[in-house]
């Protein structure tokens, strides 16, 4: 695990976030739009190094760290990381998450260690990264601007959809877990989440039911970019007062 960039004489007067999963689709936008709204970005992945430090030396101040979540021994190290490099952080964008597709009836195929591996990554792994963060999120925090920590979650935590059922099942425990811990960390930091419908990345590539299911059904007519969950994530950010909402953005499916 490393940090690429320029150190700057910290800690920062400018406000951090950690956006994981920040190398490629809807991370990589709202990594994006966070440096846009004035936000020092710290970066970060899996494996996709090269891609990483790419981003991180396009944006000013930021810096790429790769660790791998689903080893939580490296999702606490990144945190420290994170912190020590910058000596603050405002903002934890949990947004790095896994799949698997497996038709729901098929039940003997969603084996225990792909509910194992999926809980990991998209549950486990944010409660980690959550609990080492809270007590920079603490210090960063003021009376007037709490810190901020988003969830990406699922359309799929909420209804009864989705790639597998334990895919799902782990959305809907992240978007619970919002609730839950937007409750214990208020007034200092407020928690939400996004629960997104189909949006075009590299994840949902081959997803040509659900590209169908969204033309036909959804009010919008189409999957969303990842440059409109982004905007929804600046904006849930900017706010100074929400927490605990979970924000649907499926171009209205779930009306239909
Ligand atoms: N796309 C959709 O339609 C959709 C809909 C609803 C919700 N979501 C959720 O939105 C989030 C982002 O999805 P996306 O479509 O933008 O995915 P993506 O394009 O596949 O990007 C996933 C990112 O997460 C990182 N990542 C994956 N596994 C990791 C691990 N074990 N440790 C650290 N980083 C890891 C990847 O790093 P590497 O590249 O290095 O592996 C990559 O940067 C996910 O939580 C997903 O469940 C997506």
Redesign the pocket.
Known sequence: MWAEGAMVGYPSEKRVALV??????????IATQLNQDGFIVAF??????T??QALAAAHPEAAYF??????QN?ARQLIAEVVDYYGRLDVLV??????ATIPHAAMRDATPQIWRDLY???VI?PWTLITEAETALRQAASSDCPSCIVN?????GIRPKGASIP?SAS?AALTHMTKLLAVSLAPVIRVVAI??????????QH?TA?RQLWEMRSPMGR??Q?EE?AQIASMLIASHYLTGEILISDGGLNLT
Do not use: F, R
Not at 66 to 71: M, R, Y
Not at 195 to 204: D, F, K, Q
């Open positions: 994981t999963g920040s190398t490629s689709g809807i991370g990589q936008a970060h992945s899996q494996s996709s190094v891609a990483g790769q660790a791998d979540l689903s080893d490296q949990n947004n790095a998450g896994i799949t990991e990554v998209n792994a990406i979650s699922s359309h799929a895919y959305k629960a997104p419908g189909l949006v075009e990345t590299p994840m949902s997803w659900a999957g969303a990842p969950i």
